[in-house]
């Protein structure tokens, strides 16, 4: 009896909002993480900063494509064979929730001992820019889930390309 009570409340939501709330916490961390650390290099070192945090987007691209891309790819690939009806928070599994409270505490912990600077600044920009770009896998793998009958029609992408260029003329 219990637990069916506990299954009746339970937040459950579909895997396509799973997907949805995987992307967007990739998406938004990675950009917060990206302007806080673009903002600290420009701060700390002003235009000769310029080369530095471009080496570190290079270095948050790389890590995108040869790590995160193929852990988002895993995510993805659990939260559609686990199918409708989990638990909301169950985007990520526990293991993955707690590698972001530890990661979240680590980056406390460094503000905390050295304070906010262009040296973090670029393990910040690197870190968001690698979490962004590979935020378009978690995303692209919603669209397919969802697929084209599952957009609402004021999105105007069932419309002929022509007639949604000229639709404000």
């Given at each position: 009896?219990?637990?069916s009570?506990l299954h009746?409340?339970k ?7 799973h997907?949805?709330?995987a992307?967007?916490?990739w998406?938004?961390v990675?950009?917060?993480l990206?302007?806080f650390?673009?903002?600290?290099i420009w ?8 080369a530095a ?9 790389a890590?995108?494509r040869?790590?995160l891309d193929?852990?988002a790819?895993?995510?993805a690939?659990?939260?559609?064979e686990?199918g409708d009806g ?25 503000r905390?001992?050295v304070?906010?600077n262009?040296?973090?600044g670029?393990l910040y920009?690197a870190v968001g ?6 935020s378009r896998?978690?995303w692209r793998e919603r669209?397919r889930l ?5 957009l609402?029609?004021?999105?105007g992408?069932?419309?002929p390309r022509?007639e949604r ?5």
């Amino acid at each position: 009896m219990q637990e069916s009570v506990l299954h009746r409340l339970k937040p459950a939501a579909s895997a396509g909002v799973h997907l949805l709330l995987a992307a967007l916490l990739w998406s938004v961390v990675g950009t917060v993480l990206a302007i806080f650390g673009a903002r600290w290099i420009w701060l700390d070192w002003g235009w000769p900063g310029t080369a530095a945090g471009l080496a570190a987007v290079a270095i948050g691209v790389a890590k995108s494509r040869w790590i995160l891309d193929r852990a988002a790819a895993r995510m993805a690939t659990r939260i559609a064979e686990r199918g409708d009806g989990r638990c909301i928070g169950g985007f990520l599994s526990w293991k993955t929730w707690l590698l972001v409270a530890l990661m979240s505490g680590s980056g406390r912990l460094l503000r905390f001992l050295v304070g906010a600077n262009g040296f973090i600044g670029l393990l910040y920009l690197a870190v968001g820019v690698a979490l962004v770009r590979s935020s378009r896998v978690l995303w692209r793998e919603r669209g397919r889930l969802l697929g084209p009958a599952e957009l609402p029609a004021s999105a105007g992408l069932n419309r002929p390309r022509t007639e949604r260029r000229n639709r404000g003329r």
